[in-house]
């Protein structure tokens, strides 16, 4: 039994680096945790998180995923509840069966190898996403192909959501409004460029 209590802060990245005594101390001392940092509950056992995932009435995912911020027009799958979750789960589902996955699996194999090669030397990368606003004449990336975007150095877009659909990223492939775009980035620095690059310009208003 864990009886030091650790530092919790559930929404720092720091936490996962290495958080086993945490979760450990969380399962045993305090199933259901006030994080005071976050202000927000955390609950770490397992049969306690299948009964909230369980009970959509209760626990609700419509105001959104993130804490403090409301969500509620994002009707991405993570912000909402069953039935339409489960709808939403089942699209998506499909571009993971087996065969699926193998009909990816060369390119998938190639972009995290050219990530790979690049991470390596520094040790951590970063995983952003953006969507997509705008149109041609406003924005840098819609309408354009993945391969004529000036991405920052350093940065590969690695996959697409777009309209429940998951598109693995090839240079052909063309950016639409509303796109969610997953990027890996090598320097974290560069954030703020990624940003900027998904910022429209004063003519779509």
């Not at 969380?26 to 009970?55: C, G, H, N, T």
């Not at 087996?98 to 040790?123: F, K, Q, W, Y």
Request: glycine letters at 4%; a negative charge; charged letters at 30%.
């Amino acid at each position: 039994m864990t009886t030091t209590r650790p530092a919790v802060n559930v929404l720092d990245p720091e936490f996962y680096v290495d958080p086993w005594d945490a979760y450990r101390w969380l399962r045993d001392e305090a199933p259901v945790f006030w994080d005071p940092v976050q202000k927000l509950w955390v609950i770490s056992r397992y049969d306690d998180i299948v009964a909230v995932e369980k009970d959509g009435g209760r626990y609700s995912s419509f105001a959104g995923s993130r804490p403090h911020i409301d969500l509620r027009g994002d009707r991405s799958m993570i912000n909402l509840d069953d039935p339409d979750h489960q709808a939403q789960r089942n699209i998506v589902a499909r571009q993971f069966t087996p065969r699926s996955v193998r009909n990816h699996e060369d390119h998938v194999r190639a972009v995290v190898t050219e990530i790979l090669d690049a991470v390596l030397p520094l040790g951590e990368c970063e995983a952003i996403e953006a969507i997509a606003h705008g149109d041609h004449r406003s924005s840098k990336v819609v309408g354009r192909r993945l391969d004529e975007i000036n991405l920052p150095q350093g940065t590969t877009i690695g996959a697409i959501v777009r309209h429940n659909e998951v598109l693995i990223a090839h240079d052909h492939l063309r950016v639409q409004p509303d796109d969610h775009v997953i990027l890996f980035l090598v320097d974290k620095s560069r954030i703020n460029e990624v940003e900027k690059l998904f910022q429209v310009g004063l003519t779509f208003f």
